[in-house]
């Protein structure tokens, strides 16, 4: 059985800090495991459970549904997780998309906080659907500037919590898959 994971940018800038790290993440998944990173996470309607699903939310359940995990790499804005990202969880409620996932989740930030209240934040949010961590599946990454050149992660640290990241995953994943 093949192994597949997610990857979810809480970003959407064409040069995002975030969207780096995900790539660096998947460098350190095993050869035989296939990764791709959601496009289209600002298309997606207001949520209202009023609202029928339409592209391109269906195609982000789809896309969970048929992931063996889900990675997460969000920035903070205004100590809150983007509301791109807020919204697209929000779609997942009803049909709990999410429920018994292996998830990994990391914010990123130029600043010394990290990210970490929005981390926070969005661990009460995954909390709530259910979404299958332990306690090494989050990670905040301050000073994020300094640590990236040239589009990659350069800080060998970083590179090590990453790697740790992808470990982790890979052992949720095996945990469920039994
Ligand atoms: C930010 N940024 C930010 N950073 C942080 O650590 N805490 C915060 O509350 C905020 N708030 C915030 C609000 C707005 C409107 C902007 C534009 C930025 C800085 C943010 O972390 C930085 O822009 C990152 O580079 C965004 O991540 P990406 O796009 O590089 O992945």
């Not at 998944?29 to 309607?45: A, K, M, S």
């Not at 981390?119 to 301050?142: F, M, V």
Request: net charge negative; charged share 20%; aromatic share 6%.
């Amino acid at each position: 059985n093949s192994i597949h994971i997610l990857g979810i940018s809480g970003s959407l800038r064409a040069d995002s800090t975030n969207t780096i790290i995900l790539n660096s993440f998947q460098e350190h998944l095993p050869r035989h495991v296939t990764f791709e990173i959601f496009q289209g996470l600002g298309e997606f309607p207001h949520f209202s459970p009023e609202l029928q699903d339409t592209e391109p939310v269906t195609r982000f359940k789809n896309a969970i549904q048929q992931a063996s995990g889900v990675i997460i790499c969000t920035p903070e804005y205004a100590f809150g997780v983007p509301g791109t990202l807020k919204n697209a969880l929000d779609w997942t409620v009803g049909t709990g998309d999410l429920n018994d996932k292996p998830l990994a989740v990391i914010s990123a930030s130029p600043l010394n906080s990290g990210g970490d209240k929005a981390l926070a934040s969005i661990l009460l949010t995954l909390t709530a659907l259910g979404a299958k961590r332990n306690e090494h599946s989050a990670l905040s990454i301050p000073n994020i500037k300094q640590k990236i050149r040239d589009g990659k992660v350069t800080d060998s640290e970083t590179i090590s919590l990453l790697k740790a990241q992808a470990e982790n995953l890979m052992e949720l994943i095996s945990s469920v898959q039994g």
